[in-house]
């Protein structure tokens, strides 16, 4: 890999090698401030009959070359360095999810606690958890073993006990893992990739158990004592394994590898970094979402902690289905103003699952998708919730039977009335025909409280950033700041529920030269423009039983930022509830409707 | 002209055909390259690891873990017979020893003086492998399977359930647009592929199950019979796996869709002829679309055609295609325009579009991710 000069930079290309689509984006530094300046897609190669994923970074890159009038392909097929002429790049990174991206098998003691710690850290890392095995998931061992044998991920993570503690359950399930010979997902060519990351005292004994039959890596214990996790050692070495083993057993991955001036990073693995990054830069609290075809990632940062969880089966088009048959189709209809038909809609979902590159043409077949995005976002922050949770098992212990008792009380740090900013990406958020559906999506799924501002990114450039911080992070915060985000606007919503018709705040806002007041009910929503790039002050008086975040009944001042959509107040209530009658359900969300001016009126009946 | 968001599905008269027939794990291939193989020969065989199923000695004779090796009747390696002492204490002075029967038969793996567990292998399970298409093995790999190859009809569905199935091909419905009901199905349909035109309905594939019939192939289904048929929703459409002891192969879609014509007529001209399908469908990463092969006797075929995966097509001005999005679903015709610039659309958004002739005369405008080209 070259040397790099970051201060010599002055165009960069990155590259995001996704499932269907490799990205490729150049940056510039304009006037001495790094800017995004053209981007360009092609098919991802990785499947036969290309079987290359080079090709489709090319023909990627060329799309940007013509766009940009720079020549970025050199005659050998390889991109071009360093800028010289008007030609070539300085630095070139990537990140890549093709293949299915990273697929990992965790294992701990106690699920709650060691093994959610190493679901923390695979996750953490970019990976897809296949399956969690712990001495405690209410499987008898034979039944693991069959489980492990079935699955072939691409590498395995144990950890189990803290450092001095008992070493019998780990090495226990180390046993478990050897005797059913796990087989990595790219043949058997090489031994299956194992980190161990648990009790330092174990380690001869797994070595022992493992050594012969797979690549074992061993670092620091992820739960040294239970008041702490120390994720990072296994997240480096889970990033070390995937370049080593998974990258270099997928088609053109050698070459790539060679190209790029900085470690391939899984395209989760980055986002989440990028967030993190910017998140503790600027001490807010944020939660991203990424929702796609196949699965939705939520990404937070709360109190400086990371956290992400991937739904695997919630997404809009491989997995729409799924979504269907978890939230089910009356709760997906609870935000349906337009009559549809059960018959119907069950066989459409189904014909988008078979044929997942189909888009909505008409304002129903619109209507009802983000209705299911709807659903499909809600399940996916639900789970995130139960994930991120404080540790489990550390409180006022004093045996270890109180420990057990007390693991249940991990609470979910996730905080909708701390959350100061929401990020949306993916194709139903991101390509919704007017922003202010993206906005409405989010406010219905995500439930944010107080005074949350909404975003979303707007040509999915948060992995290409997410990277390039590992090499130049000040320009991927300058190109974060200037050319990522969006900005729809601020919503402005009161914890607590009421009557309908009741007050629920009272509002004044000051912008330069302007002052607008007002009062909502419960059930309101009002949108009050605030044009991007504007921000304003607003003082909120909620009513007695609806807090803003300073106690219930309690005034709150805080300056707020327009955008594409504007504030949007929501007197609606949070929890936000709907009535269970159909018919008034769908009169009350059609009056909602009415006040985002979601849809071109009228709406076909 | 421009590429095809989704490529079509194929429908071939004629067809070289060649499947690789490969063993999970390394074992014996039982053919040679250039016999001829039927659909329901075995081609190669292996023997799959057994069931493990661990014995925590330690608890159960109440010893701790580092004694355990010593009360073991059996060494690692050795064999042990189901009820068969494995393990013994040695008691206090040689008194109240209790004893250990193992609950099945398999091999010792291993014993562990850490945690006192001990690992029981039971006994190989057979895997094998049959040809799936009558025709020729054309290569061979020692230890991992071979290459079959076949001139065939080859008919790709959109979607189905249950895995390989063999059998006679039956054509229930008259026409490529009549239902298929419980009426059809027949008693000596047994082990037949049948074939109706329009959507199948759950009284038919109930039916079905109850003669024994191998396979159903239609035209749609609604999901709700599936779920029926199945017992659960599918969420995610990986399927081939289902025991179901019937396979189901729809080709257009879910809904009230009759069965392309030309499927149809292909279908038809091959009745009573032995075919293979297999209804696995995955969507994700690596398309795997059901299929339904007619070997044909004699004769060679197009070179290669519908061999390997389908490469997206090439859109033109008469291209024939098949809308796949609402609110004209299942229509057939011709690409009559391709309007260059992205188009808005009645939800607002705004795409890339093109004119399809319907056979009705009718032209219709709908986005070029919503039509697939029906290939040959």
Not at chain 2, 231 to 250: M, P
Request: proline share 6%; glycine share 12%.
């Amino acid at each position: 890999m070259r040397t790099i000069d970051p201060d010599k930079l002055q165009v960069i290309l990155a590259t995001d090698c996704g499932s269907t689509t490799t990205k490729a984006i150049l940056i510039e530094r304009v006037e001495g401030v790094y800017r995004q300046t053209h981007r360009g897609e092609a098919p991802t190669t990785v499947e036969e009959p290309s079987a290359d994923v080079t090709i489709g970074v090319v023909n990627a890159v060329s799309e940007v070359g013509e766009l940009a009038g720079r020549r970025l392909i050199g005659d050998d097929g390889t991109i071009l360095r360093p800028s010289r002429d008007g030609a070539g790049c300085d630095l070139y990174v990537s990140t890549s999810s093709a293949g299915g991206g990273l697929q990992m098998m965790v294992a701990g003691v106690v699920m709650q606690m060691t093994a959610e710690s190493a679901k923390r850290a695979a996750l953490g890392a970019g990976a897809i958890v296949m399956d969690v095995i712990a001495a405690n998931d209410k499987r008898r061992p034979h039944e693991r073993i069959r489980r492990i044998r079935e699955l072939r991920p691409d590498m395995i993570l144990i950890s189990g006990g803290v450092d001095g503690g008992t070493t019998t359950h780990v090495v226990e399930i180390a046993e478990l893992v050897a005797s059913a010979k796990p087989r990595p997902r790219f043949g058997g060519q090489y031994r299956m990739p194992l980190i161990y990351a648990g009790n330092r005292e174990a380690r001869p004994m797994i070595e022992k158990a493992l050594g012969e039959r797979a690549d074992l890596r061993i670092v620091e214990n992820l739960r040294p004592v239970l008041e702490r996790e120390n994720l990072g050692p296994a997240r480096d070495m889970i990033h070390d394994l995937f370049l080593e083993h998974v990258m270099a057993h997928a088609p053109g991955y050698d070459k790539l590898m060679r190209w790029a001036d900085a470690p391939i990073m899984p395209t989760p693995g980055a986002v989440g970094s990028i967030l993190e990054t910017i998140a503790r830069r600027a001490g807010l609290n944020a939660v991203g979402v990424d929702i796609g075809g196949a699965t939705t990632d939520v990404f937070s940062v709360f109190d400086g902690v990371f956290n992400r969880t991937v739904s695997a089966n919630l997404g809009m088009s491989y997995s729409i289905a799924n979504v269907c048959a978890e939230a089910t189709l009356p709760r997906i209809l609870r935000w349906v103003h337009v009559p549809m038909e059960m018959r119907d809609l069950r066989n459409r979902v189904k014909n988008k699952m078979i044929r997942p590159t189909t888009i909505p043409q008409t304002i129903d077949a619109l209507i009802f998708e983000q209705a299911v995005a709807r659903e499909a976002l809600r399940l996916a922050y639900q789970q995130h919730k139960e994930f991120a949770t404080t540790l489990k098992g550390v409180q006022q212990q004093r045996t270890v039977g109180d420990t057990f008792r007390q693991k249940a009380g991990g609470q979910t740090i996730v905080d909708n009335m701390k959350l100061d900013l929401l990020v949306a990406s993916g194709g139903v958020l991101s390509h919704a025909p007017r922003m202010h559906q993206t906005a409405a999506m989010l406010i219905d799924a995500f439930e944010p409280e107080g005074v949350t501002v909404l975003a979303k990114d707007s040509i999915f450039m948060m992995p290409h950033l997410g990277v390039l911080a590992q090499v130049h992070p000040a320009a991927a915060m300058a190109v974060f700041e200037r050319d990522c985000l969006i900005y729809l606007g601020t919503c402005v919503a009161p914890r607590g529920t009421g009557k309908p018709g009741r007050a629920c705040f009272s509002y004044r806002i000051e912008s330069e030269g302007a002052r607008r007041e007002g009062r909502i009910a419960v059930g309101d929503l009002r949108l009050v423009a605030l044009a991007a790039g504007e921000r304003a002050r607003i003082v909120v008086e909620p009513e007695r039983g609806f807090d803003m975040g300073a106690g219930p009944g309690r005034r709150v001042e805080r300056e707020v930022r327009g955008g594409t959509v504007g504030l949007v107040l929501d007197g609606r209530g949070r929890p936000l509830e709907l009535p269970e009658d159909p018919a008034a359900c769908r009169r009350l969300v059609a009056q909602w409707v009415d006040d985002l001016a979601l849809y071109p009126a009228p709406a076909p009946a | 002209m421009a590429h095809a968001y989704t490529p079509g599905l194929k429908v071939s008269a004629r067809a070289s055909l060649r499947r690789h027939r490969v063993l999970p794990i390394p074992g014996e291939v039982l053919v040679a390259a250039g016999q001829r193989v039927g659909a329901r020969e075995v081609v190669a065989q292996t023997f799959m690891a057994g069931e493990v199923t661990p014995l925590n000695l330690a608890n159960l004779l109440s010893v701790p873990p580092g004694e355990v090796p010593e009360c073991m009747l059996k060494r690692e390696g050795e064999t042990v017979r189901s009820g068969e002492p494995l393990a013994r204490t040695k008691g206090v002075f040689g008194l109240f020893k209790s004893q250990y029967h193992s609950p099945a038969a398999g091999t010792i793996e291993s014993i562990s003086p850490v945690t006192g567990q001990v690992m029981l292998r039971g006994e190989p399970i057979p895997v094998r492998v049959l040809a799936y298409l009558a025709g020729q093995v054309v290569e061979v790999w020692p230890g991992e399977g071979c290459a079959i190859e076949t001139e065939a009809a080859f008919v790709q569905g959109i979607f189905g359930v249950g895995g390989e199935a063999f059998g006679r091909l039956r054509i229930a419905s008259q026409a490529r647009d009549e239902p298929l009901g419980a009426g059809h199905i027949r008693e000596d349909m047994a082990d037949c592929i049948v074939v109706g035109g329009g959507r199948v309905g759950l009284d038919a594939i109930r039916a079905a199950q109850q003669r024994r019939v191998a396979a159903l192939v239609a035209g749609g289904i609604d999901d709700l019979d599936l779920a029926a048929f199945l017992g659960y929703d599918l969420g995610v459409a990986i399927t081939g796996s289902e025991q179901l002891g019937l396979t189901v192969i729809v080709t257009e879609g879910f809904g009230d869709i009759a069965m392309a014509e030309r499927t149809f007529a292909l279908l038809s001209a091959r009745e009573g002829a032995e075919a293979s399908v297999n209804g696995a469908t995955q969507i994700r990463a690596g398309v795997i679309r059901p299929e339904i092969i007619v070997p044909l006797a004699g004769a060679a075929g197009e070179p290669a055609a519908g061999a390997g995966a389908p490469a997206a097509g090439i859109l033109e001005i008469g291209a024939p295609v098949r809308i796949i999005g609402d609110p004209h679903f299942g229509l057939i015709g011709q690409v009559s325009a391709l309007p260059a610039d992205p188009q808005a659309l009645e939800s607002g958004s705004r795409a890339r579009v093109l004119e399809v002739a319907l056979r009705s005369g009718l032209r219709v405008v709908v986005p070029r991710a919503n039509v697939e080209l029906i290939e040959e």
